[in-house]
């Protein structure tokens, strides 16, 4: 369903930013965006691994 509306398969993160203290990221599959901001002064993979994926899932019940 996803890949079929947006031509990928996966999330991309194609900017990061850091300024006062957070790390801005920016996610793309096709033509969807997100920009999250985080507190830069952690490790967030995790949270970045669990926005990427509830992001991905709200566009597939928005799809369907």
Do not use: C
Not at 23 to 38: A, D, H, Q
């Amino acid at each position: 369903l996803i890949q079929g509306a947006t031509g990928e398969s996966s999330v991309r993160i194609v900017s990061s930013v850091e300024k006062n203290q957070k790390l801005i990221l920016r996610f793309e599959i096709g033509n969807y965006w997100m920009e999250k901001s985080y507190d830069a002064s952690r490790n967030v993979e995790s949270e970045v691994a669990l926005d990427s994926a509830k992001w991905l899932k709200n566009i597939a019940k928005s799809l369907s």
